[in-house]
C-alpha cells in the first residue's frame, strides 16, 4: 500500500466517532422486573449485612441489578458496589461489581458491573450485598410477594422469611466499541487491498 493510502487509512481510524459501547443481559435468576417492583425500601448502610440469596443456573454471574432510590433529599448523592459472596452473607468474597454513582432523588433501576463474568457453579446457593462506598446511604426494594423460590433476603446478616430484594442477575455481553469496530474495517480494507479485491 502507498503512502497516501496508509495516510487515508489512519485518518480514518483516527476519526471513529467515539460511542459508548452498549451490552447485552442474559437474565438468569430474578425475583422479579420492572413491571413489579415492590413494596418496602431496606436502608443499604443500617442493614449491613444485607443482601440476597440466589440459585444460579448458569455458570458465571457477570451483574446484578437492583433498584435503588433515595430516601433523604438533601443534595447529596451515592456511591454503591455489590459483593458476590459464597456459603453465607458473610462468607468469603469471590468479587466486587465496579461502584456505580447515583445523584440526589435518584429512584431506579442500576446495573451493577463485574469486571469480567465470575465462575459460580449452577444450582449452588450464591449471596449478593449491596455496599455505599461513599455518601449517604440510599434504599434498595424489597417486598414479600416477589416469591422467589432460590433464595431470600438478609437484613443485619438475618434471614428475612418470605422477603427478596428487587434484582435481576445474570451475564453481560459487552458489544465491541466503536475504535474496536473502526480497525476491524481497516484491517479488512486492507486484507482487500492487498489481495486485489475492488473495494467498494
Given at each position: 500500500m502507498k503512502t497516501p493510502g496508509l495516510l487515508l487509512l489512519f485518518a480514518c481510524v483516527s476519526f471513529v466517532p467515539e460511542v459508548k459501547a452498549q451490552g447485552t443481559f442474559i437474565y438468569d435468576q430474578q425475583s422479579s422486573d420492572e413491571n413489579q417492583l415492590g413494596g418496602g425500601v431496606a436502608d443499604i448502610t443500617s442493614s449491613q449485612p444485607i443482601g440476597q440469596s440466589f440459585t444460579p443456573s448458569l455458570s458465571a454471574v457477570g451483574f446484578v441489578r437492583l433498584y435503588l432510590s433515595d430516601g433523604v433529599f438533601n443534595g447529596l448523592g451515592t456511591t454503591v458496589y455489590v459483593n458476590l459472596r459464597a456459603n453465607s452473607i458473610t462468607g468469603n468474597v469471590l468479587a466486587a461489581t465496579s461502584p456505580v454513582s447515583v445523584g440526589d432523588r435518584f429512584v431506579g433501576s442500576v446495573d451493577f458491573l463485574f469486571a469480567s463474568n465470575i465462575a459460580v457453579t449452577p444450582q449452588a446457593q450464591y449471596y449478593f450485598q449491596p455496599v455505599v462506598q461513599s455518601g449517604q446511604s440510599f434504599g434498595v426494594y424489597a417486598y414479600n410477594s416477589f416469591g422467589y423460590s432460590g433464595g431470600t433476603a438478609f437484613s443485619q446478616g438475618?434471614?428475612?422469611?418470605?422477603?427478596?430484594?428487587?434484582?435481576?442477575?445474570?451475564?453481560?455481553?459487552?458489544?465491541?466499541?466503536?475504535?474496536?469496530?473502526?480497525?476491524?474495517?481497516?484491517?479488512?480494507?486492507?486484507?482487500?487491498?492487498?489481495?486485489?479485491?475492488?473495494?467498494p
Open positions: 438475618i434471614v428475612v422469611p418470605g422477603w427478596d430484594l428487587w434484582f435481576r442477575e445474570g451475564l453481560y455481553v459487552p458489544e465491541p466499541s466503536s475504535a474496536a469496530l473502526g480497525l476491524l474495517g481497516a484491517a479488512q480494507l486492507v486484507w482487500a487491498r492487498r489481495r486485489r479485491f475492488p473495494v
